[in-house]
C-alpha cells in the first residue's frame, strides 16, 4: 500500500488529465474551481488550494503547496489514494486517482496538459522542492 519516491508500490495502471467533468467535479467542493481554493457556489472551499505557493525561502513564513513544498510526485498519488475524498477515503480507482494526480500537476505547470501518468512516468516528475529535505537515509534513495 506504501509507494516510496522512486515509485516502487505504484499499481500498474495510468491516468491523464480528465477531460471528464466528473473528476473535476470531486474535487471542487473541497478546493474549488481548477483547485485555486476559493468560492464554491455559495459556500467557501473548506481545504487549502492545490496550486500555486511561492517559492519557500523562510520555511516558518512559507504558504505551503503541493507545487512549492512536496519534495516527491509520488507521494500526491500515495496520498490522494489514502486520503481522498475525506468522507470515502480509498474509494477511488488507481485510474481515477493517476487522473486527478496528472491533474493536479498539470495545474501546477509540472506537467504537460496532455501527459498520462503511471508507474513509470510519476515518479520522473522532478518536484520543485525536492531539494528541499535531507533524506534520513540518503543512500536509500
Same mark, same amino acid.
Given at each position: 500500500?506504501?509507494? $516510496?519516491? %522512486?515509485?516502487? #508500490?505504484?499499481?500498474?495502471? =495510468?491516468?491523464?488529465?480528465?477531460?471528464?467533468?466528473?473528476?473535476?467535479?470531486?474535487?471542487?467542493?473541497?478546493? =474549488?474551481?481548477?483547485?485555486?481554493?476559493?468560492?464554491? =457556489?455559495?459556500?467557501? +472551499?473548506?481545504?487549502?488550494?492545490?496550486?500555486? #505557493? %511561492?517559492?519557500?525561502?523562510?520555511?516558518?513564513?512559507?504558504?505551503?503547496?503541493?507545487? $512549492?513544498?512536496?519534495?516527491? +510526485?509520488?507521494?500526491?498519488?500515495?496520498?490522494?489514494?489514502?486520503?481522498?475524498?475525506?468522507?470515502?477515503?480509498?474509494?477511488?480507482?488507481?485510474?481515477?486517482?493517476?487522473?486527478?494526480?496528472?491533474?493536479?500537476?498539470?495545474?501546477?505547470?509540472?506537467?504537460?496538459? $496532455?501527459?498520462?501518468?503511471?508507474?513509470?512516468?510519476?515518479?520522473?516528475?522532478?518536484?520543485? $522542492?525536492?531539494?528541499?529535505?535531507?533524506?534520513?537515509?540518503?543512500?536509500?534513495?
Amino acid at each position: 500500500m506504501s509507494i $516510496n519516491p %522512486d515509485g516502487k #508500490g505504484l499499481p500498474p495502471a =495510468g491516468g491523464r488529465r480528465p477531460r471528464r467533468p466528473h473528476l473535476r467535479r470531486k474535487m471542487r467542493p473541497y478546493h =474549488g474551481p481548477e483547485g485555486k481554493g476559493g468560492v464554491t =457556489g455559495v459556500t467557501a +472551499s473548506p481545504l487549502p488550494p492545490l496550486i500555486g #505557493g %511561492d517559492p519557500i525561502t523562510d520555511i516558518s513564513a512559507a504558504v505551503k503547496r503541493i507545487a $512549492n513544498f512536496w519534495p516527491y +510526485s509520488t507521494t500526491l498519488f500515495d496520498y490522494t489514494r489514502r486520503a481522498m475524498r475525506w468522507q470515502q477515503p480509498t474509494t477511488l480507482g488507481n485510474d481515477e486517482v493517476y487522473a486527478l494526480t496528472a491533474y493536479i500537476l498539470a495545474l501546477n505547470k509540472l506537467i504537460g496538459e $496532455n501527459d498520462t501518468m503511471n508507474a513509470q512516468t510519476l515518479p520522473k516528475v522532478k518536484m520543485p $522542492n525536492r531539494d528541499g529535505f535531507i533524506a534520513v537515509s540518503p543512500n536509500a534513495m
